[in-house]
């Protein structure tokens, strides 16, 4: 078995921004992460340490999202400047502008396939282009304010976007109709994805919550009120078991979704966070906000499916799910004085929780043994299943020698 999975830790810090960084992505072969700010800069952070960052400046205002394209040759930009840009991410950092919103344009997204691309603005409408052609292909105009975010599913069938209006909207790819809108906000509903699988949709709102909705049967499956202010970001695990999500209450939060509660909170950022997003492996995530800081966190809690293991023993071990929260800390008060090199982070419960972390742990040593003996339990199994096969291939051979040495020929 895995070793049991350890609490996230902060790994390195990219100094560069001048001001609130508000966006992030990273390359699909984890080899790069691209961030966008309040500066109008966008930096292209080479996660070898060794290799230099690029800073590449085009917009006129300052940069509200970035995606990498999937196949990593494209990174488009989005900015109150109303344009989306197409960057090539190597060292000459060449792009192309695409104008044709009339307003801020609030976010970018490539479709799965890279072929299209979905923008978001002020202007109300979203629009699809044309990645090769760069070309504007159609818009669709059913939000009544500001639209913050769209993305496309991983099938490329659907558009979720969401908006101003406290709306967030499905799209038909096809007859570029709206299928479905989900009304319950009470505020700007501020960002919005599908997770991996594409059957569920989750979205922030300024009010403080988190909810996910089930898109095959437009239900609200979960609803999160975690935060003590706006949630602006979040990013789905590539698993689908866990989110990440950031706030103006200065903190990053990790649910599990399968458990269906909160895991982690992070304080690393001061200030309110703008930008959270897990590498596409999920080993990484990195996070963006006010205080111009960029920070990058290895995931740890995904080394061993700890909901897994507890599943099968916590019904037995405890009635109700062990309150598993953990503040973490960065050791140094002050992470943006802190030198190059992993930052230690330090967790800080409170005796109940820590009495609590060590019965998880302990819950979780038990969970590992029990799966070691079951798997010495089934090789015990396949021995005495095979033994019995031998002999009964003895026992069959030995009669047909039998049989053989009685029909033999008379001599």
């Not at 080993?283 to 111009?292: E, K, V, Y």
């Not at 499916?305 to 109700?320: A, C, F, G, I, T």
Request: aromatic share 8%; proline share 5%.
């Amino acid at each position: 078995p895995r070793p049991p999975s350890e609490d996230p830790t902060l790994e390195r810090h990219f100094r560069g921004h001048k001001d609130a960084v508000t966006c992030a992505d990273f390359s699909p072969n984890n080899k790069q992460l691209a961030t966008g700010s309040n500066d109008k800069n966008l930096m292209i952070w080479n996660l070898n340490p060794k290799a230099r960052a690029f800073r590449f400046m085009g917009h006129n205002d300052l940069i509200t999202a970035v995606q990498f394209s999937p196949s990593g040759h494209l990174v488009a930009s989005s900015s109150r400047d109303k344009t989306v840009r197409l960057w090539t991410p190597n060292i000459k950092g060449e792009s192309v502008a695409f104008k044709a919103h009339t307003a801020t344009v609030r976010s970018v997204s490539f479709s799965s396939d890279g072929q299209r691309l979905v923008t978001a603005s002020d202007d109300k409408s979203l629009k699809v282009w044309s990645v090769h052609r760069q070309k504007f292909i159609y818009s669709l105009n059913q939000h009544t304010n500001w639209v913050r975010c769209a993305r496309f599913s991983p099938d490329g069938r659907l558009v979720a976007s969401c908006g101003d209006d406290r709306t967030v909207r499905l799209w038909d790819t096809s007859t570029r109709q709206c299928i479905n809108t989900f009304t319950d906000y009470g505020g700007p509903a501020t960002f919005v994805d599908f997770n991996s699988s594409g059957t569920c949709i989750a979205s922030s709102g300024a009010d403080n919550t988190l909810k996910l909705w089930d898109i095959r049967t437009n239900k609200l499956i979960q609803h999160y009120q975690v935060h003590s202010a706006g949630v602006n970001c979040f990013s789905f695990h590539p698993s689908g078991n866990y989110l990440i999500s950031g706030s103006n209450d200065s903190t990053v939060k990790i649910l599990d979704l399968l458990e269906g509660r909160l895991i982690y909170t992070l304080h690393g950022h001061k200030g309110p966070v703008l930008t959270v997003a897990f590498s596409r492996q999920g080993d990484f995530f990195a996070s963006g906000g006010a205080d111009s800081q960029v920070l990058m966190w290895k995931t740890n809690f995904d080394a061993l499916n700890y909901r897994e293991m507890l599943s099968q023993h916590s019904k037995r071990v405890s009635p109700d799910p062990p309150p598993h929260l953990m503040d973490i800390y960065p050791r140094s008060p002050h992470v943006h004085l802190s030198q190059n090199g992993p930052i230690e982070v330090s967790t800080q419960p409170s005796t109940l929780e820590h009495i609590v972390h060590q019965l998880d742990v302990l819950t979780q040593t038990v969970a590992v043994l029990e799966e070691r003996l079951t798997l010495t339990e089934d090789k015990l199994k396949e021995c005495l299943e095979n033994q019995v096969l031998i002999q009964q291939e003895a026992l069959r051979a030995g009669q047909t020698h039998e049989e053989s040495r009685v029909e033999g020929p008379a001599i």
